[in-house]
């Protein structure tokens, strides 16, 4: 959760909240999602700190997992390998907020379209976004599915799975925008003897071999 914030609450409604077993079962009643301004009003007023493990994925406040050494050891080389492919009028962050209409999401890697300091006072939407990258070891279940149906309903051009488990990189283009089941329309992997197109707004600008990506 990164927002323009205060001092954490010690009441945070996250795991770890004193009065919430970690084995508390969901509701069987309807549980209520929150919507984008819902979740930023949450920070403004420090009932979600900076540092609080989470993102808001389809109006759920979904818990981030740890950082492994693989995975950010990854997250390193696919960004520094796509500094090098990119162009000017393009940025790369990691793990920062992209706002879409129900979700907040923060991918691993993302190539953003100016400068940051086009943003001082929003994150960047899916309009301004050419490529995400997810690193997935333990996350792969949520990459594969409510994040890629997050990005996919978004318009996001260009998603990527580097599936360390697999030693292989997922790409997934042409994503179906707000359809009944988001999706995309293109998949392809690539294994460690190939190399990945990286395409911003549909040219390719450089390629990256996967051998020196992964762990």
């Given at each position: ?21 970690h084995s508390a079962a969901l509701p069987d009643e309807p549980i209520y999602r929150l919507s984008v301004a819902q ?69 691993d890697v993302l190539i953003v379209r100016g400068e940051p300091q086009d943003y001082p006072d929003r994150h960047p ?91």
């Amino acid at each position: 959760m990164r927002h323009r914030i205060g001092t954490p609450s010690p009441d945070s409604y996250l795991d770890g909240h004193p009065s919430l077993p970690h084995s508390a079962a969901l509701p069987d009643e309807p549980i209520y999602r929150l919507s984008v301004a819902q979740y930023h009003a949450m920070a403004d007023h420090s009932i979600l700190g900076e540092d609080d493990p989470v993102e808001l994925l389809e109006g759920w406040l979904v818990q981030r997992g740890a950082k492994r050494p693989p995975h950010v050891f990854t997250t390193r080389r696919v960004r520094r390998a796509l500094e090098c492919s990119l162009p000017n009028g393009w940025y790369i962050d990691l793990h920062e907020p992209v706002t879409t209409m129900d979700s907040e999401p923060e991918p691993d890697v993302l190539i953003v379209r100016g400068e940051p300091q086009d943003y001082p006072d929003r994150h960047p939407g899916p309009e301004h976004v050419a490529l995400i990258v997810e690193v997935a070891d333990t996350s792969l279940h949520t990459d594969r599915g409510t994040k890629k149906r997050v990005y996919a309903r978004a318009g996001i051009p260009v998603y990527w799975i580097a599936n360390l488990a697999g030693s292989k990189f997922e790409v997934y283009t042409e994503p179906t925008g707000p359809a009944k089941r988001a999706d995309y329309k293109h998949f392809q992997e690539y294994g460690l003897a190939e190399e990945i197109p990286v395409a911003l707004n549909g040219v390719e600008v450089g390629r990256l071999a996967v051998r020196d990506l992964l762990p």
